[in-house]
């Protein structure tokens, strides 16, 4: 399976809302397939389509912590149903993002509904992680960054960074 080259802010792509799946086929799970795959080897734990430059409402999480027993979730289209009033602080980072972490305050648990791999309608419930990751990923199908939860300080110090390291790699 190929790897998929990611997108890194600001490219464009990670601003731009994706689009709904219309039918899950072999192409569909082929391309869940490959993201996991450059997840995985990127060390990430969520990763969205508009990531690898696809702008298809396409999600793949992995939290567990123990690479020999992985749990993949592959969503398609996901929707949020219900979030909880109480919020919580997670230290959050992103792949498009690199090297960079800030708390982000998001509500604590989650329950959205989607299609699985064969088209099937499922539903998660989650908290900690799972939530925050959940809507880490359908922020991103929105144009959506981690950073953009943030302070307009804060956000611009990152990007400024982000910035230096890009100069810093080209050399
Ligand atoms: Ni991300």
């Known amino acids: 399976m190929p790897l998929l080259s990611l997108r890194i802010a600001p490219d464009p792509c990670l601003s731009t809302p994706s689009r709904p799946v219309d039918e899950v086929d072999q192409d569909i799970r082929k391309l869940l397939d490959d993201m996991l795959e450059t997840m995985y080897e990127n060390n990430g734990c969520g990763l969205a389509a508009n990531q690898v430059g696809i702008l298809?409402?396409?999600v793949v999480i992995d939290i567990s912590d123990n690479p020999a027993s992985p749990k993949p979730i592959k969503l398609v289209n996901p929707e949020i149903l219900w979030v909880s009033e109480e919020e919580t602080?997670?230290?959050?980072?992103?792949?498009?993002?690199?090297d960079q972490y800030a708390e982000v305050s998001r509500p604590a648990e989650a329950h959205i509904r989607y299609l699985d791999e064969n088209g099937c309608s499922q539903e998660i419930k989650g908290d900690g992680l799972l939530a925050a990751c959940i809507q880490h990923e359908i922020d991103h199908l929105n144009g959506t960054l981690f950073i953009d939860h943030l302070s307009a300080l804060k956000r611009s110090l990152i990007l400024r960074k982000m910035q230096k390291q890009l100069k810093y790699r080209a050399l």
């Open 56 to 58: 298809k409402r396409l």
């Open 89 to 98: 602080s997670i230290s959050e980072g992103c792949l498009s993002v690199p």
